[in-house]
């Protein structure tokens, strides 16, 4: 019997990790989600035997290496990393806090560097495995009004991300990023707006869930650098 793929994904318990999750564990890999809170609506995917839920809060200093520790009980490595766990402030700049900056920094940029780090000696040993950043399109914008230190942890995830798919690619370690529109998950939280519920007006959590199997199923050899997912109409409601 084939031994499945293990996949450690961040932000699982909510919007596009959740999403993320449910469709990986559909397609037969081993999930280790990390989240702080599993909520209900996530039991379905918690009583997969395939899914091992992983209570961690990303802001603590030594959350990588509790991780790590996790992931590796069963003596087995990682073959993905999806970095997706994320969180946005809103407002002008002078308006957000110092604590709201050094949590986006935190986990926007600084986790998956040392997620990344932390893995990426093991699959360049076996001269194969993933990393798929879920950044988002405010990465490519030339302005974030009102997201400006959002959308400037974002394009360093981007740049990031391009600089690690330099380095990995000889090594046989594929390194890929999402670049999401809005997508209707708990994101806006923070925000004065949320995604307009129209069809056609947002994105859906398994719609991007659906870009991760997509470069997962890549054959091998071939990349799929970036990946940029809009829905057709950009508007957004007003709480």
Same mark, same amino acid.
């Given at each position: ?54 209570? #961690? ?54 986790? !998956? ?19 798929? /950043? ?10 974030? !009004? ?24 000889? #090594? ?32 859906? !959590? ?6 991760? #199997?997509?470069?997962?199923? /890549? ?5 799929? /650098? ?14």
């Amino acid at each position: 019997m084939e031994v499945p793929k293990k996949v450690l994904l961040t932000g699982a318990s909510s919007g596009i990790g959740r999403a993320a999750a449910q469709r990986l564990l559909e397609e037969g890999f081993e999930v280790y989600g990390v989240g702080r809170n599993f909520r209900e609506d996530s039991l379905e995917i918690r009583s997969n035997p395939l899914f091992h839920a992983i209570g #961690c809060d990303l802001l603590e200093e030594n959350a990588g290496e509790k991780i790590k520790k996790e992931v590796l009980a069963d003596g087995r490595d990682i073959d993905v990393l999806i970095n997706n766990a994320g969180t946005a402030y809103y407002g002008l700049h002078e308006n957000i806090r110092p604590e709201e900056i050094h949590e986006m920094v935190r986990l926007n940029l600084e986790v !998956p560097m040392l997620l990344s780090r932390l893995f990426l000696p093991s699959m360049k040993k076996r001269k194969k495995g993933d990393i798929i /950043q879920i950044a988002s399109v405010t990465a490519i914008s030339s302005e974030n !009004p009102h997201g400006a230190a959002y959308g400037a942890t974002k394009a360093g995830l981007l740049s990031f991300s391009r600089s690690l798919f330099s380095e990995c690619r000889k #090594c046989g370690v594929r390194v890929s990023t999402i670049l999401p529109d809005m997508t209707d998950t708990d994101l806006y939280r923070n925000a004065d707006f949320t995604a307009d519920p129209e069809a056609g007006a947002h994105l859906d !959590p398994d719609e991007v869930a659906d870009c991760i #199997c997509y470069l997962l199923k /890549q054959p091998e050899g071939r990349v799929v /650098q970036e990946l940029l997912i809009r829905p057709q109409f950009h508007r957004i409601r007003r709480k």
